[in-house]
C-alpha cells in the first residue's frame, strides 16, 4: 500500500517545539519532491516548505522561515519539519504531500502531487 503517514504533532505552548515525521510506505522518497502544508480551521491549506529530490534545495514561506526547519533522511524514507518558537497562528492541521523529481524552485510544492498524508493535529496554546 503507498501511503504518507505524519507524525509529530500535539499540543505545545507558545515559544516550543515540535518535529513532525512524514513516513513514506510502499514507495521510497528518494525521487520525490516533498512539501508541507497546513491548514488552520476556516482557512484555506496552505503550503509553508518545500524540500527537492535528495535534499537538494529546502525552501519556506516567509511566516514560517527562521523558525521552520524541513530535511529529509532518505535511509527512514522520511523527511521532517522542526518546528521552534511555535506561535498560537501556528494551529492548524499539518499534511506532508509529494511530486515525483521535483526541484523546488519556489517556497513551496506546487501540483500536481502525487501522494497527501492524513495530516496531523498542531496546537500551540497556553
Known amino acids: 500500500q503507498l501511503q504518507l503517514v505524519e507524525s509529530g504533532g500535539g499540543l505545545v505552548q507558545p515559544g516550543g517545539s515540535l518535529r513532525l515525521s512524514c513516513a513514506a510506505s510502499?514507495?521510497?522518497?528518494?525521487?520525490?519532491?516533498v512539501g508541507w502544508f497546513r491548514q488552520a480551521p476556516g482557512k484555506e491549506r496552505e503550503g509553508i516548505s518545500c524540500i527537492s529530490t535528495r535534499g537538494g534545495r529546502r525552501s519556506y514561506v516567509d511566516s514560517v522561515r527562521g523558525r521552520f526547519t524541513i530535511s529529509r533522511d532518505n535511509a527512514k524514507n522520511a523527511v521532517y519539519l522542526q518546528m521552534n518558537s511555535l506561535k498560537p497562528e501556528d494551529t492548524a492541521v499539518y499534511y506532508c504531500?509529494?511530486?515525483?523529481?521535483?526541484?523546488?524552485?519556489?517556497?513551496?510544492?506546487?501540483?500536481?502531487?502525487?501522494?497527501w498524508g492524513q495530516g496531523t493535529q498542531v496546537t500551540v496554546s497556553s
Open positions: 510502499g514507495f521510497s522518497l528518494d525521487d520525490f519532491g
Open positions: 504531500a509529494v511530486r515525483d523529481s521535483y526541484y523546488c524552485s519556489g517556497n513551496v510544492l506546487p501540483p500536481p502531487y502525487d501522494y
